[in-house]
């Protein structure tokens, strides 16, 4: 399909289990360290992706860390058991705040976040850790790490030259997408306008290689392969100001992700939502994170730093969500 084939598989796909192996009532809620909140619901919708917590719950990567120093896998496994399996109804996640500086360059302690980029930095730092020690390794075997075997996916772009009708396919790996909202309603809108054709001219065009002049082009993103877990952020900022799009986005329980794919033929591609966040405040710069999750009950839960409530899945639906979460 003109991707490179991995030299070596890092974790065995088959070994990923999507369903919950021990089944519980809900973990504890996380304390607030002082403007924390961002980092909390993102600690908690990790906590509750099956396929992650089965994982990190076997310990088998700690079992075999050699890692000195800041490891964010073995953070994370040990802040899953401690959520999971502890009797405390509220846990401080000390050890995540203590290393912030570690996960991203541009968190402090005492300063407020964004959920997003903090989700981005923990999955970049989990796939760090899964690589620890593995320097020689190829871009498509990076790709195989248990990180990327439940996260990532691949996204295919698809450049015509309008001119003469050249076709340049390339490919680019995914842990999550970024979707547009300033004009869709709803999350199939959103993603409908993420795989449009896009017309690339004036100062976007682009250098064709047949005709070898800049010619005007279009381009065309759709989802070549799928992730288990598909993670969506909701682009709520307007602008650079930190100016807030607040309308509420529908966003359905079960999502196919079939129609937005390379070759859209074929059984639907089901997803099940199981995690969101939801930010409240005027602004982007300032408010607070919230967010929900399905235990491995079966049962939904609003999680607001502290407290865990029980909730219904119509509360769920009703939200102005900013990340989503699906699991295949």
């Known amino acids: 399909?003109?991707?490179?084939?991995?030299?070596?598989?890092?974790?065995?796909?088959?070994?990923?289990?999507?369903?919950?192996?021990?089944?519980?009532?809900?973990?504890?809620?996380?304390?607030?360290?002082?403007?924390?909140?961002?980092?909390?619901?993102?600690?908690?919708?990790?906590?509750?992706?099956?396929?992650?917590?089965?994982?990190?719950?076997?310990?088998?990567?700690?079992?075999?860390?050699?890692?000195?120093?800041?490891?964010?896998?073995?953070?994370?496994?040990?802040h899953v058991r401690k959520v999971l399996h502890s009797s405390a109804s509220v846990i401080w996640p000390r050890a995540v705040v203590r290393d912030l500086k570690f996960i991203g360059e541009e968190f402090e302690?005492?300063?407020?976040?964004?959920?997003?980029?903090?989700?981005?930095?923990?999955l970049e730092a989990m796939q760090r850790a899964c690589l620890n020690g593995s320097s020689d390794v190829d871009i498509s075997s990076q790709t195989t790490t248990i990180?990327?075997?439940?996260?990532?996916?691949?996204?295919?772009?698809?450049?015509?030259?309008?001119?003469?009708?050249?076709?340049?396919?390339?490919?680019?790996?995914?842990?999550?997408?970024?979707?547009?909202?300033?004009?869709?309603?709803?999350?199939?809108?959103?993603?409908?306008?993420?795989v449009s054709?896009?017309?690339?001219?004036?100062?976007?065009?682009?250098?064709?290689?047949?005709?070898?002049?800049?010619?005007?082009?279009?381009?065309?993103?759709?989802?070549?392969?799928?992730?288990?877990?598909?993670?969506?952020?909701?682009?709520?900022?307007?602008?650079?100001?930190g100016r807030k799009i607040s309308k509420i986005v529908e966003y359905p329980e079960y999502l196919d992700l079939r129609p937005y794919m390379s070759d859209t033929a074929g059984e639907p591609l089901l997803y099940s939502l199981y995690a969101l966040v939801v930010h409240s405040g005027d602004t982007?710069?300032?408010?607070?994170?919230?967010?929900?999750t399905k235990a491995s009950n079966g049962l939904w839960y609003k999680m607001d730093d502290e407290s865990v409530d029980n909730c219904g899945i119509h509360t769920v639906l009703r939200q102005q969500a900013y990340l989503l979460f699906y699991a295949r």
Request: aromatic share 10%.
């Open 1 to 78: 399909e003109g991707m490179a084939l991995p030299q070596r598989i890092l974790f065995p796909p088959e070994e990923i289990c999507m369903d919950w192996q021990q089944r519980q009532r809900p973990g504890a809620g996380l304390c607030n360290l002082g403007s924390t909140c961002y980092i909390n619901v993102v600690l908690q919708c990790l906590t509750y992706t099956p396929p992650l917590a089965n994982y990190l719950l076997s310990r088998d990567h700690s079992q075999l860390c050699h890692r000195q120093g800041f490891c964010m896998m073995c953070i994370m496994e040990a």
């Open 109 to 122: 302690p005492d300063m407020a976040g964004d959920a997003y980029e903090f989700l981005r930095c923990a």
């Open 147 to 194: 990180i990327h075997q439940i996260f990532g996916g691949f996204l295919k772009s698809r450049v015509t030259c309008l001119r003469c009708q050249a076709v340049s396919d390339s490919y680019k790996a995914f842990l999550h997408v970024l979707l547009d909202i300033k004009a869709p309603s709803s999350l199939t809108t959103a993603l409908e306008d993420f």
């Open 197 to 241: 054709s896009k017309k690339l001219d004036g100062k976007y065009c682009l250098k064709c290689s047949k005709c070898e002049k800049k010619v005007t082009a279009s381009k065309r993103v759709t989802v070549h392969r799928v992730p288990k877990v598909f993670t969506v952020c909701l682009e709520r900022a307007a602008d650079h100001t």
């Open 284 to 292: 982007c710069l300032d408010g607070h994170f919230f967010c929900y």
